[in-house]
């Protein structure tokens, strides 16, 4: 079976076509600029690339088009649209209304629409546009929604919970719900494999460090904790949101500012983070050069972000009685040696010690074990796929 995986933003749908059987990426490509001019889809298949400069006032042009080009003369890799066996949408918020991969039905659709948006306010409506999209131009396909949050679903009470009066909780459903836990199930898992372990003996902390970062605590092959709250804005400081902050601190900013609440969020999401600690730049390659210029603000903004990763690192080890793996994943868990070496130093109480010249190699895309001799604690860098567990959760799904 083939499947489509669709990842849409407000003007923006990324896909890509999946072979189940072999697991293979058929085609992949992007629309950007729905709806507004300049609207452009770059697609690949079949080893060739094709820019298409068509206008798309909406997403349902989009998904035609994309369509069109898993079609179309040299890119094309399927006959007919009856090939795609199902779709599955990205959807960033769950809330408490879906604890796992759902299909879509006339119910899910309106639970979708009317409950979680506010939720996620900036991706969900995106995500139900490109879903309408896609049942508009293929109504008789499966589609699946497959959650940033439904691999944090087995969290405990007592880790997702808030010290709130929990009338609150139960009235408004405000707990910690996670994100990005396509990828912390992808690499828990591959780390397993890797290890030749069963997922059920390991204690892992998977860090999924990208321009949005969090970190989780699998146990046994499932999230007992993760970083990221109610929304992804809690946890470390990222590209540029704050992470974690003293509510009062917040309210304090605001006033002295004389931000809305709206805009309160607005800053915390969008001018904080190593961004606003540097000044420089939201890119860690940005800050490695500025650290190397003598850039002061550039070392602190590295400094914080590997000092607040380690403090989870620890913490998830105390919350699971252990540790037996430390993951990497992500632009920056992948990409960048200083970010790993300063989350790993210091942590050789708890048994990591990694190979700094391991740590040092380039991506080549493969797992790399950083771990050295004798670590106790082995330490890996796994590119994460979450395209691919998209498609693995709407299969098993069918
Ligand atoms: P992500 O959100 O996972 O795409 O990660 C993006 C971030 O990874 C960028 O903002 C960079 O800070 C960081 N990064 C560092 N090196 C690389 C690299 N070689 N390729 C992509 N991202 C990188």
Redesign the pocket.
Known sequence: MKILVVNAGSSSLKYQLIDMETEKVLAKGGCERIGIDGSVLKAKGNGNEKVYEKDMPNHKVAIELVLHALRDDGIGVIKSMDEIGAVGHRVVASGEYFKKTTLVTPEVLKTLEEKTFELAPLHNPAAATGLRACMEVMPKTPMALVFDSGFHQTMPEKAYLYGIDYDDYKTYGVRKYGAHGTSHKFVSAEAAKYLGKKPESLKIVTC?????SSISAVDGGKCIDTSMGFTPLAGVLM?TRSGDIDASAVEFLARKKGLSHPDTVTYLNKKCGVAGISGVS??????EAGVKEGNERCKLALDMFGYQTKKFVGAYAAAMGGLDCIVFT???????PSVRADVCEGLEFLGVKIDLKANEAK?DGSIRDLSAKGSKVKVLVIP?NEELVIARETAELL
Do not use: V
Not at 282 to 287: G, I, K, N, T, V
């Open positions: 999924h460090l990208g321009n949005g590209g939201s890119d860690f390659r940005d800050l992500a632009g920056i868990g992948e990409n960048t991506n994460t």
